[in-house]
């Protein structure tokens, strides 16, 4: 798939996304000064290859990742020893310019303007997405788990018009530390500060800016996008820590114990910041104990059982409308029945698919429970009346004939086995006709 801006195709290395594209080649940009840093005459090597880096990361038009070149270019130019021969300033000069051009060019000027005067998507909705950050370390402080940030914003946090759903949370750094939570998400955090503090170049190492750069930019450019799914972004950065770790070694050059001890400090500390700012403001209350969702305030007055396979993939989403449509409801939410409460004395609804033993750990319990669409037969469990079975009129499952004699049947009249505005029809199901006998 193609991206473009104006018609202009945005550079994309196979990626399927240019912020991708643009992570790398702020990498292979500050790795192609490395020649320059090992020998006098590397610099006329380095010059071309770097200056044909940075177009290809304008035409990827990615402003993250162009902020995060910007500031590697920086990095090096700081770094670089002093005087410069003039020879080279006149020519790394030039090449800049060459860059602006091919900037103005592409029209990539453009597309890096947009958020200034006016209202830009892209900028907004990643704003609205980080906003929520402090909330879900707050909801789940031991973390959402690996990968499942994007999908948990979705679920829960995101705003009640919006329907996008997102892989992450637009941003590497913030994704992992709200996955990982506090204590790992901390550590997470450290390993980038020790990195770049051993990057750090000295007197003896001068060539470790470009480590230092490179990890710099690349961790810029992820700040905006996700990049934990595409290991190989990260082979050049992880190539960059061992290089530094190996000279350290090598020339015994320690890391200061002072900027290593307040990093550690700073790094626990802003994730247990963000908990304590999110534990206002989630709407309706959210908890999560024991691998299920609480929504509003005290104990759930009812439970819902279900999970992705049973009630799609937006049925967190679902239940979190129908608990903030019904106020008056604390809602209990667990993917299995084995992971409901053991001392239950409220309803509980059942999506998932049920068969008899696993029915039973309910009905036994004297629990009242609404199985939707069982896999089981009336003779498979007890009669009792705690108990009750739904189906749409037109389902498709072998078991509603089993069921019709049953006084325990309820069906769903004009629906099959989609049921519209899920969950609400299952709670309104004592003012419905039922069809049974």
Known sequence: MNITFNGIWRMDWGFGN???????????????????????????????????????????????GILGGIVSVVVLAACTPRPWPSGRLVAAIAAFWIVILATFMLSAHERLGQGIGSEDKSISHRLDI????????????????WNEAGQAYSDWFQSAHRQETYGSLVNT???????????????????????????????QARWRAIPFALLLGFGVAATFTNMARHWPLWILPLLAVAASAVSRVWLRDRIALKPLLISLAVCFLVPS????????????????????????????????????ESAGEAYRRKVREFAAARPDLSVGLSETVEQLPGNLEVPVLVTTSMDATRAKLLVERGISATFLAPEFSPTDIPTTESFVVVFGEFTKSKYLSEWEQSPHLIKLTGIGDFIPNWPQPLFDIPSQTSSNP
């Not at 994704?175 to 390993?191: P, Q, R, T």
């Open 273 to 308: 910041g963000l908990v304590l700012v999110g534990k206002d403001g989630v709407s309706p209350a959210l908890r999560r104990e024991n691998g299920n969702f609480l929504i509003g305030s005290g104990s759930p007055s009812l439970w819902i059982v279900a999970n992705a």
């Open 130 to 145: 980080w906003k929520a950050a402090p909330q879900m370390l707050a909801v789940s402080p031991l973390g959402w788990g």
């Open 173 to 203: 750094h913030l994704s992992k530390v709200v996955e990982l939570g506090v204590i790992l998400g901390s550590v997470y955090l450290f390993l980038w500060a020790a990195s770049l503090l051993a990057s750090w170049p000295s007197i």
């Open 18 to 64: 240019p912020n991708l594209t643009a992570a790398l080649l702020v990498c292979l940009f500050c790795v192609s000064w490395l020649p320059a840093w090992l020998s006098r005459t590397g610099f006329w090597f380095s010059l071309p290859f770097s200056t044909a880096f940075g177009i290809c990361l304008i035409h990827t038009m990615s402003r993250g």
